[in-house]
């Protein structure tokens, strides 16, 4: 099993996870800065709660506040989408790469190749009796349905 030693990466996917960090951080992915209240304004939650998600974007460096008197303003930080970024890109090549081959030897085709220039001569239709020798040792079929007993009628 593999370990990365880096806890930012695993911090800022955690952050990534959930849509309301996510539609935090495109908010401020349009404006420079942002006041907390500003950033809250469209989302039907509670302050306090937009406050534990912006701590779980502050812990995972996505997100820089800075307090100028009772106002608190954020704005996007860089560094751990982009180390996100260089992480999924090398996964992105690697598939991009597979997948590409993948494609080549589908496109190729050699089932259609192969029927060209080897014909494959049509068998005729065996009668019943010689498709399954090993039926002969089967057990026989179901038995049919005894008659209806007499009714109840009286």
């Known amino acids: 099993m593999v370990k990365y030693q880096?806890?930012?990466?695993?911090?800022?996917?955690?952050?990534?996870s959930d849509p309301?960090?996510?539609?935090?951080?495109?908010?401020?992915?349009?404006?420079?800065?942002?006041?907390?209240?500003?950033?809250?304004q469209p989302f039907a939650m509670s302050l306090p709660a937009i406050m534990k998600h912006l701590d779980v974007l502050t812990d995972a460096g996505l997100v820089a506040r800075e307090k100028t008197g009772r106002t608190v303003a954020c704005r996007l930080t860089a560094r751990p989408m982009?180390?996100?970024?260089?992480?999924?890109?090398?996964?992105?090549?690697?598939w991009s790469e597979n997948l590409d081959r993948l494609a080549a030897f589908v496109e190729e085709d050699p089932?259609?190749?192969n029927r060209q220039t080897?014909?494959?001569?049509?068998?005729?239709?065996?009668?019943?009796?010689?498709?399954s020798p090993s039926r002969g040792?089967?057990?026989?079929?179901?038995?049919?349905?005894?008659?209806?007993?007499?009714?109840?009628?009286?």
């Open 118 to 131: 080897n014909p494959q001569p049509t068998t005729p239709a065996l009668p019943r009796a010689q498709v």
């Open 137 to 154: 040792a089967s057990a026989p079929g179901r038995k049919k349905s005894t008659p209806r007993g007499p009714s109840r009628k009286t």
């Open 82 to 94: 982009e180390q996100a970024m260089n992480w999924l890109n090398r996964y992105a090549q690697f």
């Open 20 to 40: 309301t960090r996510r539609a935090l951080l495109a908010r401020l992915g349009e404006q420079e800065s942002l006041s907390v209240s500003e950033l809250a």
């Open 6 to 16: 880096d806890e930012t990466l695993d911090r800022t996917f955690a952050a990534l």
């Open 111 to 113: 089932w259609q190749l």
